[in-house]
């Protein structure tokens, strides 16, 4: 199978990067002139746009089964071990720790550190540059990076008119993150679809699965937004914990398919 340009692997990623390079210029026009109400109100909105993908990409386990197992089901399931494994192995608190990590070797940088750490944590850690790197990569299909993008643009806006320039650099971290995971499952991709086109992986099953648990978990996300428009960080999903079900998930379906 003839792989896919680079170029068109590397789709999703370019808008992703051009759309945080224009939300941090936005962001430093504005400034600090909006208001607080304003900010929270952004994260509301980003809060709705974030539930509507989520939902999205949830309806696709209604399309895939583990035999006579629901893909609703194999989600939970792997949802359920992942977040044991997640918390085993403390990926939300490294996570944290990644953070922590970053300002310290950045001392000194001031606001600019604080927006470049901040800006790069929400933009690469999530289910959906994951999900989005992997159908960018097989497929050449970038709309779900599209997607994403409109959402770290906006957020890119507001958080640089409270951390300034720094936010803008977050796109080199966009771009090595998300460029990596698409060139690297492009090189996979004729073993995932033995020699077929690969149009055909949009509806293969265990992709179907993948896309459908890490929908769910984006709307853990959600619930994250929107709490902090609310000022509620403290009671937070621990979404980082859920990630490993995003590799368990095909784990999920392989067994229910030999079992059955």
């Not at 989520?54 to 895939?64: E, H, I, K, P, T």
């Not at 293969?204 to 709307?219: F, Q």
């Not at 609310?230 to 937070?236: A, N, P, V």
Request: hydrophobic fraction near 50%; proline fraction near 3%.
């Amino acid at each position: 199978m003839t792989s896919l340009p680079l170029l068109t692997q590397l789709s999703g990623t370019f808008i992703n990067v051009a759309a945080v390079l224009l939300g941090s210029g936005a962001g430093l026009l504005l400034g600090g002139r909006l208001p607080e109400r304003t900010q929270r109100t952004l994260l509301q909105t980003l809060s709705l746009v974030t539930l509507y993908i989520g939902l999205g990409m949830a309806s696709s386990l209604g399309r895939v089964a583990g035999g006579h197992v629901p893909g609703v089901i194999l989600a939970l399931v792997a949802l359920a071990a992942g977040a044991v494994l997640g918390e085993a192995l403390r990926v939300e608190d490294r996570l944290s720790g990644l953070g922590d990590v970053l300002r310290r070797r950045f001392r000194g940088g001031g606001r600019f550190t604080e927006g470049f750490v901040a800006a790069s944590l929400l933009f690469c850690i999530g289910p959906l540059t994951v999900v989005g790197g992997i159908q960018n990569g097989l497929t050449g299909d970038s709309s779900s990076f599209v997607l994403k993008s409109v959402l770290d643009g906006i957020s890119a806006l507001a958080l640089a008119g409270v951390y300034g320039i720094g936010v803008g650099f977050s796109a080199v971290t966009v771009l090595v993150v998300q460029g990596g995971i698409a060139l690297a499952s492009g090189g996979l991709a004729g073993v995932l679809l033995h020699g077929a086109d690969p149009a055909v992986l949009n509806g293969n099953p265990y992709v179907l699965l993948v896309t459908g648990a890490g929908g769910l978990t984006i709307l853990g996300i959600s619930v994250n937004l929107m709490l902090a428009g609310l000022g509620m960080e403290d009671r937070r999903v621990r979404v980082g914990s859920l990630l490993p079900a995003l590799l368990l998930a095909p784990l999920a379906l392989w067994l229910a398919t030999r079992i059955a």
